[in-house]
């Protein structure tokens, strides 16, 4: 079973639509990461988190809103969606930011926007 | 910006060995990932290296060669779960991953 866990797998929205995704994970890090996965494209990272704190937002379209209340959970919360958004969004986490701790991934949600 | 360039695809016949090739371009250079990503799952890490030389794990090997930019990933003895795209991820000087495309290999009876 995996310790870094994603709802929901799969989500279709309009582009007039919110919706929020949700990851947690149970490994006790301190560094959460949400990152864009298109086809036959690299992991795009998106945001990160390092206790609590967003250390990183790599020129993301702020229709995507992250959210971190605490450690343990990380939030994206989309509104006014584009249909280019459609991609596979994983979450990861890892002891800290900062230094080279491999990272866990989520199954991702795979968001199409209609 | 970074650049990391993989492979787009391979195959190879069970109980082969195939080797996956990532050539990187990064401001400042903190280790490099392989990680393996079953379709439809999490990717899931397999190697780090930091520095030169050759990292062997079970029928999985990965090497470095830091002065040139390249790794490579060996999988020996092919099975058919070994299915699956191999992402090259490298960790610049602000330890942050950029990811190649990565690499769908599949494993043929």
């Known amino acids: 079973e995996t310790g870094v866990t994603q709802t929901p797998r799969h989500l279709v929205m309009g582009m007039t639509n919110k919706k929020s995704l949700k990851c947690e994970q149970h490994?006790?890090?301190?560094?959460m990461y949400w990152y864009k996965q298109s086809a036959k494209k690299p992991l795009e990272l998106m945001f990160v988190?390092?206790?609590?704190?967003?250390?990183e937002n790599n020129s993301v379209p702020s229709r995507f809103s992250p959210e971190c209340p605490n450690s343990s959970h990380l939030f994206l919360h989309l509104h006014t969606l584009q249909p280019e958004d459609s991609a596979l969004y994983l979450c990861a986490s890892s002891q800290e930011e900062g230094e080279s701790y491999e990272q866990y991934f989520g199954p991702g949600t795979r968001l199409t926007v209609t | 910006g970074q650049n990391i360039d993989q492979p787009t695809e391979m195959t190879a016949t069970e109980g082969a060995i195939v080797q996956i090739n990532c050539t990187y371009q990064t401001s400042g250079f903190n280790g490099l990932f392989w990680y393996q990503q079953h379709a439809g799952e999490a990717p899931t890490f397999l190697s780090y290296?930091?520095?030169?030389g050759l990292e062997e794990k079970g029928r999985f090997s990965s090497f470095l060669s830091r002065s040139k930019g390249y790794s490579y990933l060996l999988l020996k003895e092919l099975q058919m779960k070994d299915s699956a795209s191999y992402l090259c991820?490298?960790?610049?000087?602000?330890?942050?991953?950029?990811f190649g495309a990565g690499t769908t290999v599949t494993v043929r009876a």
């Open positions: 290296n930091v520095l030169d």
């Open positions: 490994l006790g890090h301190n560094a």
């Open positions: 988190y390092n206790f609590k704190e967003q250390t």
């Open positions: 991820a490298v960790s610049d000087g602000d330890y942050k991953l950029s």
